[in-house]
């Protein structure tokens, strides 16, 4: 009997099998996968029922040298531990079916290393996201945490600004994209969807930038966030007023969000400027109408503060508290941002053009400034940089 009971359920899970037929949308990827397409069919085939849609949406999308190497395994496990989170997470049900498809079940957001994090991925940060009973909460709890669980910084000595989340986990340190790409798949790992967003070239300074998106279900609106969170929560940081700058369906200087499904567009990846692999959507208006209040007035000068500190010849970051003087009256103070920022990312004070200051590192009480430097934006001078050194 139990050798029929065998047989039988062999028999049944063959004849499924050969039943399933797969449609016209995943065949093009079938064809341009090449000797793989065998993986492809296995993971379409022994996919259950319930998942089989996610599967063929991974599929369908997928770019043409994932088609052509990714193994079925690799897949199917990917798929299973996205459903599994959908499932058992309080907010999973209340993810739209096309957010969860294209948010949450892929394997990755550019073209970093195809990594098998996910099944690590949802036992650490299910565990950080606790009892927690929204996608919000769990979020707040994930970005505080996701550092010290990780290890890993901000550093412009990472070996590549791609990296995938097991290279940046083993080196300990990622550039923007990299820590980017680390908090997706934290994220999408507990099935909160998750992108990332990122500008080529800011319109008004050097250097480019990429950060994430979420999506949650509290709020139904897709929302900006990153790595090391602003104090503020979603939709605020450093970052806002440079994107309030962005300029709609320029590939340089737009703001995009990457898309799993084809779009009729695509992310910039300044490391490789000519691909076109990842899809994307233009997300710059919501930036620039988010941020229009951040930006400098006429007649106002941003200034653009940074402290060094010089140990063992390599002059380091350094967080301090920074006064703008108009002799002994403070008109504005803040921190300037530690070793672990962003390059981009610097004190903002915004003064009026045509006015004498002086910009300061108070010393202690009593004691004379640790560093000063005077300055007089000039009119019309929208910005100016200044770096203070520490002795």
């Known amino acids: 009997m139990r050798v029929l009971t065998i047989s039988l359920t062999l028999f049944s899970a063959i004849a499924f099998a050969c039943e399933y037929t797969i449609p016209e949308s995943v065949k093009n990827t079938l064809k341009s996968a090449a000797a793989n397409a065998p ?67 892929p394997y990755a957001s550019l073209d970093e290393s195809r990594d098998s994090w996910r099944k690590d991925f949802y036992q650490r940060f299910r565990a950080i996201a606790g009892d927690s009973k929204s996608a919000l909460e769990a979020l707040t709890k994930i970005n505080t945490a996701i550092e010290k669980e990780t290890g890993v910084q901000y550093n412009t000595k990472r070996r590549a600004a791609n990296q995938g989340p097991a290279e940046s986990m083993q080196l300990k340190m990622a550039s923007c994209t990299g820590l980017s790409i680390l908090f997706v798949d934290a994220l999408r790992a507990v099935g909160i969807p998750a992108r990332i967003a990122g500008i080529a070239m800011w319109t008004n300074k050097d250097g480019n930038h990429n950060w994430i998106e979420v999506w949650l279900p509290e709020r139904k609106i897709w929302q900006f966030g990153e790595y090391n969170p602003d104090k503020a929560g979603l939709d605020h940081g450093w970052l806002l007023a440079d994107a309030a700058r962005g300029v709609p369906g320029s590939i340089v200087h737009a703001i995009y969000a990457t898309s799993w499904k084809k779009t009729d567009k695509h992310f910039p990846m300044v490391w490789d400027f000519d691909a076109t692999t990842v899809p994307a959507v233009d ?13 400098a007035k006429p007649g106002e000068c941003e200034l653009r503060i940074d402290a060094y500190k010089t140990a063992n010849g390599e002059a380091k970051r ?13 008109v504005a103070k803040g921190t300037t941002p530690s070793a672990t920022a962003d390059m981009n990312n610097f004190l903002s004070i915004r003064v009026p053009q045509g006015v004498r200051y002086q910009v300061i590192i108070p010393g202690s009480a009593g004691q004379k400034p640790l560093a000063m430097e005077e300055i007089a934006p000039k009119d019309k001078q929208e910005n100016l940089r200044i770096n203070l050194t520490i002795p």
């Not at 089989?52 to 997928?62: P, S, W």
């Not at 350094?318 to 403070?330: K, L, P, S, Y």
């Open 39 to 105: 993986e492809l069919e296995l993971a379409l085939t022994k996919c259950p029922d319930d998942q089989r849609k996610g599967m063929e949406f991974l599929i369908e999308h997928m770019p043409t040298k994932d088609a052509q190497t990714l193994k079925a395994e690799y897949l199917l496990e990917n798929v299973s531990l996205a459903y599994q989170a959908r499932n058992e997470m309080p907010w999973g049900k209340e993810i739209p079916e096309d957010i969860f498809l294209n948010d949450v079940i």
């Open 283 to 295: 997300v710059t208006q919501r930036y620039v109408d988010l941020g229009a209040k951040t930006l």
């Open 318 to 330: 350094e967080a301090v508290t920074i006064e703008v003087r108009q002799f002994d009256i403070v």
